[in-house]
């Protein structure tokens, strides 16, 4: 009974640490709900950030590579929207990523973030200002 009672217990330990979620899971590219973007989640010491590796529409009208014309800071509106760091500074915390930035190029407007992973080929990335409960979330796809 003893062995029986052992074995369940290992069986039972390495199972969930085998479905248990690593940091650097969220690492790599990753497709945005509305499918228009990538981005390329990479890590600077120990906080998690990501750059759009490449978008639906590259070009503007004039077939010249799009900019980031919304930025609130007339200085970077002729920064090249690919490359752009859009998802910065997230930190791992129980499970979770958390204390984020999220710029939107569309609107020029920074939220406050949290990312959730579900499973290893999903990600709930929650954008809001204020507190978690005023917000958004979208479901990014991981890029094979």
Not at 1 to 18: D, G, Y
Not at 38 to 66: A, C, H, M, R, T
Not at 68 to 89: C, H, S, T, Y
Request: glycine content about 12%; hydrophobic content about 35%; proline content about 3%.
């Amino acid at each position: 009974m003893l062995k029986k009672l052992v074995s369940l217990f290992l069986f039972i330990a390495f199972t969930s640490t085998a479905f248990a979620q690593k940091k650097d899971d969220i690492l790599g590219k990753w497709l945005n709900s509305t499918g228009e973007g990538q981005i390329e989640v990479f890590k600077k010491g120990d906080k998690f950030y990501g750059k759009l590796s490449w978008i639906k529409e590259p070009n503007d009208e004039k077939g010249k590579p799009k900019t980031d014309v919304k930025n609130p800071n007339a200085g970077l509106r002729a920064k090249p929207i690919i490359g752009l760091e859009i998802v910065r500074d997230f930190v791992f915390e129980d499970g979770k990523y958390v204390d984020g930035k999220v710029y939107d190029p569309k609107t020029g407007k920074i939220y406050s973030g949290n990312i959730t992973l579900v499973g290893l080929n999903q990600l709930n990335m929650r954008g809001y200002i204020g507190i978690s409960l005023i917000g958004r979330t979208e479901i990014w796809k991981r890029v094979k």
